[in-house]
């Protein structure tokens, strides 16, 4: 909470005192809200549980709970891969061909995030269906234990089509991630080679290029560890009736991670307004 709050609030008078921000800052600006939402959504009710209380939600916050994390986690997973995305065209497009098309990039950066977060609120509208509070229904069959909320196991077959569409859906996200990190990489590492005669007189100077691949390589290695590691236990959750409780806090931890670290693997991009703030 501290570094994406930290970072938000930068932004937030960056805007005010009229510093000149990238197109690209309106990706992490939304990134920084969905992981807050989702370090909200989760941490609160398992610090709530954790201390013994497990019945703290009725049916409306049960469902707008999962609801909010399932829509902030789709969107963070899908607008790091964005910024991943329009990192690369930024970078890597550098011929007369491809000018036009890098001029057009940074005017469907809003459209874009319009339409990730009308996708994450569509595709999670399941949530609302089968999650419901744990009053009076313990030793129910119907219905399957979340730690604190439970959730209607009539819903078997549209509970499947939900858990392909969220695979599919991670799958592409963290692909395009790896390939368009390692694009990046691939044109660092060439460009590095290129100017190589030039470093050599900069010796006692860090090379641009080697931080920059070295803040990628972070990036996306955490973003795939941590998400992959969230995805795998969330389909083995998906289709398993038991719960361990011991998985669930790991699958939570999982969860987040990657929003709790994020803010501090950008802050690095973000000196110059993090600086302005101290000022």
Known sequence: MLGNSALLCCFIIADFTGVRTRPIDLIVKHLTWANI????????????????????????????????????RGFSLGCTCLLSVFQAITISLNNSKSAQFKARAPKIISSSLVLCWSLCL??????????????????????????????????????????????????ICLGLMVCTSGSMVLFLVKHKQKVQYIHRSLATKSFNETKATQSICMLVS??????????????????????????????????????????????????????????
Request: charged fraction near 15%.
């Open 222 to 279: 955490s973003f795939v560890v941590l998400y992959g590691t969230s995805f795998i236990l969330m389909m083995y959750f998906s289709f398993q009736d038991g719960t361990d409780t011991w998985l669930v806090s790991v699958n939570v931890a999982m969860s987040a991670c990657f929003p709790a670290l994020c803010p501090f693997l950008l802050t690095r991009n973000y000196t110059r307004v993090f600086k302005l703030c101290s000022i």
């Open 37 to 72: 939402m989702v370090v909200l959504c989760k941490g609160i009710p398992q610090t709530m549980t954790a201390f013994g209380h497990t019945y703290f939600l009725d049916d409306i916050t049960c469902k707008l709970v999962f609801y909010l994390h399932r829509v902030c």
């Open 122 to 171: 569509l595709v999670n509208t399941f949530m609302i269906l089968t999650v419901t509070d744990m009053k009076d229904k313990r030793n129910l069959t119907e219905f399957r234990q979340l730690v604190y909320c439970s959730a209607v196991k009539n819903f078997k077959h549209i509970h499947t089509v939900y858990a392909i569409i969220l695979a599919f859906s991670d799958a």
